[in-house]
């Protein structure tokens, strides 16, 4: 066989191979992605029939000069800022903590990323109920106990609440990828900055951050994608409230759409997801990219 | 290690370790014990560390809430979205690896792009295409949307692991007139089935406590376990006992799952950038 003719083969083979899963990739990331885009500019209402046509930019006149929206565009920016704060700020901290050797640390290890494993509805239904219930729940009883009046967390501080749960659940995922990435940090190096003198707050500063650079990137932007559209947290806890108290961008949009039936409206919120979606996701492809030797 | 440290400092640092670590799963600890507990002992004042073990919950869970419905939802919501998923991936991911050409880093870069795509700005228009064609609260719609979200994620992390196996292997079997497809069934899988297990452990953990679509996409029918939960946001879930037992069965298996797999879980999630 000549080589002409072997490389014939072997690119329509590899072509064979790869096209199913290129082709429903494509499919699945242009056809819901034009659908959002058309019926943004529509008049279109589940239970009123009356409604239809094209609607121009009307859908998102009325989205950007709703109150609501700008509450729940907030909302979104601090729920994903405030969590990344934490996971990133502590997550670094308990990476270099577990990193050092102690008695059951594989045990510790095992135990602090357990709740990323936690499904979202099940982690809201604890800590609303067994924790933070304000007459049964396990932190009531510890400020009745110090002599303390327990608060109706979600009800007084709705927001900072389900960040506090969703950051419960994340710290784990970024603690999990940070001392992988501590770990792969060659031991010698830091025993030679410790033989020169460096302090464990100089070893920290000049030798493990930089290391750990690229990993924050990749937490960051990992964990952006998925904040934004955090929704059975919120849907299980406040639903929204009070008000619009705890409404981010994720959950106006199911409300508009499958509460209000709304679909234009909904839709231009869900284009105003997408686009900032999209911002994130430029910088994670580019930060993956620099890694990825093909 | 070249130098010593005081044992007073090593302990200081398990201390902390260990306090946090508590601290961090204690919510875990205490709902599986809370499931142990009869009612009125789930919401005793003060909260009660030592009490009569009970099994009513369970009894209570599996009686009347058709616990094994939402489970085995899950499962094959789980199962059959991983099946699928890997057979569009497995190919996808060895002709990348082994066959790849100029287009190969441009199409991996392309699929991670796709994964970016935040599942409510499409919410609108999937719920309506899966209302049209009679998917809504089926295993069928909830299961494709999850096989596709994750597809992404399996394509490259199956594609980390294929590139680590040695290429002279591949084409020693070559070389003995293999085809590509026996040279892929027969030479890479075996070799490459710890880093195919791995991955298809990611994608049940992901299906599995996958909330937003099933929240929005399924019931009752085809409702899975987190959406069964969910149901205990309203006056129901003051019975702590019956949350806590129903919340511990649906968390437990995924938890095992991941303390026996964290390392490789690391590579998948984040595309291989981090190992």
Request: charged letters at 10%; one cysteine or more.
């Amino acid at each position: 066989m000549t080589t002409a003719a072997r490389t014939g083969r072997v690119d329509r083979a590899g072509l064979a191979m790869l096209s199913p899963a290129v082709v429903i990739l494509l499919i699945w990331s242009i056809v819901p992605l034009v659908m959002t885009l058309w019926y943004s500019f529509r008049n279109y209402n589940l239970v009123d029939p009356t409604l239809h046509g094209f609607a121009g930019i009307d859908n998102y006149r009325y989205l950007l000069t709703d109150p609501d929206f700008i509450t729940s565009l907030i909302n979104t920016l601090v729920l994903v800022a405030g969590v990344l704060f934490v996971s990133v700020g502590i997550g670094t901290l308990l990476a270099v903590l577990y990193d050092q050797e102690f008695f059951g640390r594989g045990i510790a290890r095992v135990l602090v990323i357990s709740p990323f494993f936690v499904m979202p509805t099940v982690a809201a239904l604890v800590w609303k109920n067994l924790m933070l219930h304000p007459i049964y729940g396990v932190y009531s009883s510890m400020m009745r106990a110090v002599g303390l009046t327990p608060v109706d967390w979600l009800q007084q501080f709705p927001m900072a609440t389900v960040m506090m749960i969703v950051a419960w659940e994340w710290l784990p995922f970024s603690v999990l990828i940070l001392l992988t990435a501590v770990q792969s940090l060659d031991s010698e190096q830091k025993e030679a900055a410790r033989m020169d003198g460096a302090g464990p707050v100089a070893r920290f500063r000049y030798i493990i951050v930089p290391h750990l650079a690229r990993a924050i990137t990749v937490v960051i932007m990992i964990e952006t994608i998925y904040l934004l559209t955090i929704f059975a947290e919120i849907s299980v806890t406040t639903a929204g409230g009070p008000g619009v108290a705890s409404t981010n961008l994720a959950f106006l949009i199911y409300a508009r759409a499958l509460l209000q039936f709304d679909v234009g409206g909904a839709s231009a919120g869900g284009m105003a997801a997408i686009v900032i979606a999209n911002i994130v996701a430029v910088f994670l492809v580019r930060a993956v990219a620099r890694n990825l030797e093909v | 290690m070249a130098i010593k440290r005081p044992k007073s400092h090593t302990f200081a640092i398990g201390l902390l370790g260990w306090a946090i670590a508590c601290w961090v799963f204690f919510p875990i600890a205490w709902m599986a014990l809370t499931s142990f507990k009869t009612e009125v002992d789930a919401i005793a004042t003060p909260p009660q560390f030592i009490f009569r073990p009970s099994l009513a919950s369970y009894h209570e869970v599996f009686a009347r809430a058709n616990y094994w419905h939402f489970t085995l939802n899950t499962v094959a919501i789980s199962l059959g979205a991983t099946i699928v998923a890997l057979a569009l991936s497995v190919p996808a991911a060895y002709a990348m690896a082994f066959i790849p050409s100029q287009r190969t880093r441009g199409t991996l870069l392309w699929m991670l792009s796709t994964r970016m795509l935040p599942p409510v700005g499409v919410l609108v228009p999937i719920y309506l295409l899966a209302r049209n064609t009679h998917l809504l609260d089926t295993l069928t719609g909830l299961g494709i949307v999850d096989m596709l979200t994750n597809l992404p994620i399996i394509v490259w992390m199956l594609f980390t692991f294929f590139r680590e196996v040695p290429a002279p292997i591949l084409e020693a079997g070559r070389m003995d007139g293999a085809s590509r497809w026996q040279e892929m069934t027969l030479v890479l899988l075996p070799l490459a089935l710890p880093g195919i297990a791995s991955t298809a452990l990611l994608s049940i953990i992901l299906c599995w406590n996958e909330s937003f679509w099933s929240l929005n996409l399924t019931s009752s029918q085809a409702a899975p376990l987190a959406a069964f939960i969910a149901s205990f946001s309203s006056p129901e879930g003051l019975f702590f006992g019956k949350l806590s037992a129903a919340s511990t069965l649906a968390v437990a298996p995924i938890l095992v799952f991941g303390w026996f797999s964290q390392k490789q879980l690391v590579r998948g999630l984040t595309f291989g950038a981090v190992k």
